[in-house]
Structure formats: C-alpha cells, structure tokens
C-alpha cells in the first residue's frame, strides 16, 4: 500500500501522547496537547512493530483511514473528529465563509474514505454542526471548541465500551471459550473495546474466559491484533484460520461468538467484518448464543434494513497477495467485499450502553431509542 501523504515522523514503542484517553498504554488515536497534531498508531504494522505516526492535515487522517492505518468504526470516527480539528487548525486565519468551505472539503474528503462504518459519518456530522455554530467566532476559539468536542466523542466511547463491556459479562460464565471474530477491541474504538470489552469485563470479574480468535482473512485483524492486545492484558487467547470455526463448533469447543458491528439497521441486521455472517449461522446450528457488542453510534435508524447499508469493496491486492507476493494467477481477479451482514433473526442480543436489544429487532432497538 502507498502512503503518499504520511511522513514517519516517529517511531518506536512509547506513546507520544503524555495522557491517551484510551486509559491504556497504547492507543489507536488521540489529540496531541496544543490541539495541532493527531497520533496515530499505524496498525498496519502490529504486531512487529508498535508504531505511531503524527499527523498534521486533515488529508492525511482520511487517508490513514482509508489506508487501515487506524480501522474499526468507533476508531476511525474519533479519528475523522480529530481530523476537523487539524481543518481547524489549518484555517484558523481565515474568515467565516472560507472557514465553513474548508471545512466541508475537509468533512467531505474524511467521509469518502470507508462507506460501511456508520459512526464515521456519525462522528463528522457532530462536529460540523458544531462548526457551523461557530463560523464567526475567533481562529484559536474555534480550535478550542471542536478539539473539546471530539475529546467528548472519544472519551464518551471509551465509557460506552466500559458499560457495554459490564452488560455483557453478565451473559459470560466462568470458564466459557468466546469465539470472536476481527478486532473489536481497544485498538478499534477510543479504548477497551466492545467485544472485547465483554472479554475484559468478565476477566476483571475473576471468570476465566479464553478467546478463540479467528485470524480474519484478508488483512488478519483477528490474528495481528485481537490477539496482540489480549496477549498484553494477560487474556488466554488462541488464533485459527477463518476455516476452520465450523469444526471447532462442532466439537463443541465453542460456548459464545461476540463480535462487534460496523453498522446497525433499524430492523436489527447487522453489518460487520466478511466471515461474521457464517460465524452466526454456524452459532445457531450449534445453539451457541451469537452477541453484537456495540456502541449507540453504531446504530442506524435511518437504514431500514441489512440490505440497504452500503458495503465496501476493498482492493483486489488484499486477496491476491499475502505481503507482497501474489498467490493466484496473473490473469484470475479477486473480490473483496469487507463486510457483510448478519440478518437480526441470528442474534440473540446487541449489546449497547443504553441496554441490550434482546434478541436484535426493530422492536428491541426502539425500544432503547
Ligand atoms: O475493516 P475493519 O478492520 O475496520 O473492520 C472492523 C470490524 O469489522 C469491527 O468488528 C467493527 O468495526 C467493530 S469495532 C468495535
């Protein structure tokens, strides 16, 4: 993958940001003091290297999202927040009307980036109309507001997580085996993570739960980083192919699957990492409860159904290649739909800090609405 925008400005294992709001040691994003630059840990890199990259403009936050230099829908939102802020930044001087058009490109460019995360335009859509407030007011002033702004959305994540995370333990016996697929851990949201929130929960809760994590064809999220942050908290994790769950199901090796979501229709379907769907089919032919873990933002109302939420397709490379080597014929082409979507009727409960819809239904989620 190209970075053409990003300068390695620096590098090696500690944290440049004197206080991560994450509340761990690591963080996938965070605004620096002083409100100019955003850190970025380059996930790209995990788990050979622990790198984090400063950035300056608002044009290279879209495109370390764009890129999966930082991914996972409640992180990439925190970052396209703290992105405006760098467009700010980058205006301070200028007046209302250039000051709102920058603005907008800005806000345009940072929502192209990934279609199927709804807490990407969730996030962007609350700082901007707080821009739009605030267009005559003072260059530094208007910095000011918006960084405090998106301090709230990622500090206001990381709580939601927390109270997602007790919610759901409770659903977790001692002993039990979670299967969970990608990363939906700190590394995907401002800190302590949604699926693994619950993983965390009931660990801190004195059960000893285990994680199977399965590795998450193409890009390996569930081997390179769900497994890199359970590892650092001390949490029994193990990783397996994406092919072979179904066998592990049916020996019974399985007693939950928690995942997280990107997007969350009003009718209770659920979008996230391609693999979830057939994770979910298999839970229920094997009785083994299937949860979505996943903060407020994440839910959609506005999209009626699964069928309606947009679904990325990511570059053909990521299935041709492992690194840099290509694995099939010159002349065959590959697809890459990043996502799919997990029909409500095989979830038995979504997660959320507001409550658990119970199973998932456009009944049990207007009801926490
Ligand atoms: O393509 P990614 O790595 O951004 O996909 C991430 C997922 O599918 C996560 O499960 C989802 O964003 C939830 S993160 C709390």
């Not at 407030?133 to 208007?142: D, F, S």
């Not at 959305?153 to 969970?180: F, M, Q, S």
């Not at 089919?281 to 506005?302: E, N």
């Amino acid at each position: 993958m190209t970075s053409g925008f990003i300068p390695t400005l620096r590098t090696g294992r500690a944290h440049p940001h004197p206080e991560p709001l994450s509340g761990a040691t690591y963080s996938a994003v965070e605004l620096m003091p002083g409100d100019r630059a955003v850190v970025i840990l380059d996930q790209r890199k995990l788990p050979s290297a622990e790198k984090y990259e400063i950035l300056n403009r608002p044009e290279q936050v879209a495109e370390a999202i764009s890129e999966m230099m930082v991914r996972g829908a409640p992180a990439i939102g925190i970052a396209a927040a703290y992105g405006l802020v760098l467009a700010a930044a980058t205006t301070s001087k200028d007046t209302g009307r250039e000051f709102s058009d920058a603005m907008q490109k800005a806000a345009d460019a940072l929502r192209a980036t990934r279609p199927t995360a709804v807490n990407l335009g969730w996030a962007i859509d609350r700082m901007m109309r707080l821009a739009a407030e605030i267009t005559t007011v003072a260059g530094p002033e208007r910095i000011a507001r918006l960084a405090a702004e998106a301090r709230s959305i990622h500090r206001e994540d990381v709580a939601a997580c927390k109270k997602i995370g007790e919610l759901g333990a409770e659903k977790i016996r001692d002993g039990a085996t979670i299967l969970t697929h990608c990363n939906a851990g700190a590394l995907a949201t401002g800190g302590f993570g949604t699926a693994l929130g619950l993983v965390r929960a009931a660990h801190a809760a004195g059960k000893k739960v285990r994680v199977i994590a399965s590795e998450t064809r193409p890009l390996l999220q569930g081997a390179r980083l769900t497994a890199w942050e359970l590892d650092r908290d001390g949490i029994p994790v193990e990783v397996v192919t994406d092919n072979m769950i179904a066998s592990l199901f049916a020996a019974h090796a399985i007693d939950v699957a928690i995942v997280g979501a990107d997007r969350i229709a009003k009718n209770g379907d659920v979008a996230n990492k391609i693999g979830t769907y057939g994770v979910a089919c298999l839970a229920r032919l094997h009785d083994v409860p299937f949860y979505v873990a996943a903060p407020w933002s994440t839910v959609d109302l506005a999209t009626p159904s699964g069928a309606d939420i947009p679904i990325e397709a990511r570059s053909e490379q990521e299935v041709s290649h492992i690194g840099d080597v290509r694995v099939m014929p010159d002349n065959v082409r590959a697809r890459n739909p990043a996502f799919d979507v997990t029909p409500a009727r095989l979830i038995d409960a979504i997660f959320t800090e507001r409550g658990a819809a119970e199973p998932s239904s456009e009944a049990t989620l207007a009801h926490l609405a």
